[in-house]
T-cell receptor
């Protein structure tokens, strides 16, 4: 079955530590790929997106993500996490022959002082 | 400019009542999506409007759910004979076109007693 998988439901990191959030998909041909963040009480905000070209994309708030075709992955990274990054992060996929966004179940990030 | 707005922000209703949720997309956006986010879950696609095309209703969970979009702008999601399992946050998003970045509203939190 086609799916978007975020295997980590909760992650806790210390402030200043590096972060990697995993996202895997199973939609065949390279889809459009997105990462969104949902802060407590806030709407979803786009962090970054990948359509084609350079497989390492830069986003807002110091985030980046790398598309790896061979692994069907689009992992989100940040070199140094800030307390304000505590939020829920969603990976989303738009398959090649579809117009719908398919979201992962999200990863909740907790940042320890 | 103004973002996507949704009203009401919170709605508490009794089981069996009908509810209407409203979404005002960003002006000029031709695509509009409705999602449902249940506690601890990812985003579940409900329905998608694109311009004057027939909406994609493939995500509506039952015939109690319906949506319309008037004049290519405002959209209303209607849930008839609400059930307790309908309790969730209902999110609306709009975009310039198909497969483009979606901009989300703050959501309507629906509680069915």
């Amino acid at each position: 079955a086609q799916s978007v998988t975020q295997p980590d439901i909760h992650i806790t990191v210390s402030e200043g530590a590096s972060l990697e959030l995993r996202c895997n998909y199973s939609y065949g041909a390279t889809p459009y790929l997105f990462w969104y963040v949902q802060s407590p009480g806030q709407g979803l905000q786009l962090l970054l997106k990948y359509f084609s070209g350079d497989t390492l994309v830069q986003g807002i708030k110091g985030f980046e993500a790398e598309f790896k075709r061979s692994q069907s992955s689009f992992n989100l990274r940040k070199p140094s996490v800030h307390w304000s990054d505590a939020a829920e992060y969603f990976c989303a996929v738009v398959p090649l022959l579809d117009n719908k966004f398919y979201f992962g179940s999200g990863t909740k990030l907790n940042v320890k002082p | 400019g103004a973002g996507v707005s949704q009203s009401p922000s919170n709605k508490v209703t009794e089981k069996g009542k009908d509810v209407e949720l409203r979404c005002d997309p960003i002006s000029g956006h031709t695509a509009l999506y409705w999602y449902r986010q249940s506690l601890g879950q990812g985003l579940e696609f409900l329905i998608y409007f694109q311009g004057n095309s027939a909406p994609d209703k493939s995500g509506l969970p039952s015939d109690r759910f319906s949506a319309e979009r008037t004049g290519g702008s405002v959209s209303t999601l209607t849930i008839q004979r609400t059930q307790q399992e309908d309790s969730a946050v209902y999110l609306c998003a709009s975009s310039w076109g198909e497969r483009d970045t979606q901009y989300f509203g703050p959501g309507t939190r629906l509680t069915v007693l």
